[in-house]
């Protein structure tokens, strides 16, 4: 077993090859998720327009996938040091991150009108997700100083980290009983995020 040095120069090459990595596995999401899109079933405006609510699925999932790699830039920029906790941390954020495609393809098998437990199935990996994304957040900031360091300041008080899983729970319930408004609270979570946190980008400067 190899393990990391905490030299400084070692820390920067392993973050970078963590940061490398995690880019890598988010191009693959989103090019198996864009490969999930199907022809129309007809060369005709109509068949085109029929599709529309897969192509809606696609943008949401594309819009996710592209918060959490925007937050992840973001984060890494205010840290100067990963240890192995943080390296496991990522790989279990990765793993429920890359079961997107997945759920946002079976949402998309019952479309125009999506099915209650494909739309629960895909807010329980959204959840998973946001809750992954919490210990690497932990495990970064204690890696790097503690709650003193540049990116613990920077998220102090992070209200959106404690109000999207409740949305989601809110989702992933309503989904058995109306699935189209399960979507739109997913879509008013990535809304949320859509919109890098200030501070982090002033903690990454």
């Known amino acids: 077993m190899f393990w990391v040095s905490s030299a400084s120069g070692d820390s920067e090459m392993h973050k970078g090859r963590m940061e490398a ?43 996710y996938v592209g918060i959490y790699w925007n937050n992840h830039h ?17 790989l279990f954020f990765l793993f429920w991150l890359s079961l997107l495609p997945f759920t946002t393809s079976w ?7 999506p099915a209650s437990v ?10 998973l997700a946001a809750l992954a994304w919490i210990p690497l957040l932990r495990t970064l900031i204690a890696a790097n100083g503690g709650e003193a360091s540049r990116l613990g300041a920077a ?32 879509a008013a979570i990535a809304v949320l995020w859509f919109i890098p946190d200030r501070r982090l980008e002033a903690g990454a400067n």
């Open 21 to 63: 990595f995690t880019d890598g596995v988010i191009a693959v999401i989103i090019t198996i998720m864009v490969l999930e899109l199907r022809l129309p079933r007809a060369a005709t405006w109509h068949a085109l327009l029929s599709d529309f609510p897969v192509f809606l699925s696609y943008v949401l999932s594309f819009v």
């Open 74 to 90: 973001h984060m890494l920029q205010a840290v100067e040091r990963v240890n192995g906790r943080v390296l496991w941390a990522n």
């Open 107 to 113: 949402l998309n098998e019952a479309h125009p009108v």
């Open 118 to 127: 494909p739309t629960a199935v895909y807010g329980i990996v959204l959840l």
């Open 155 to 186: 998220l102090r008080g992070d209200w959106k980290t404690v109000v999207s899983p409740i949305g989601y729970l809110a989702g992933i319930a309503l989904a058995f009983f109306a699935p189209i408004l399960s979507c739109v609270i997913y």
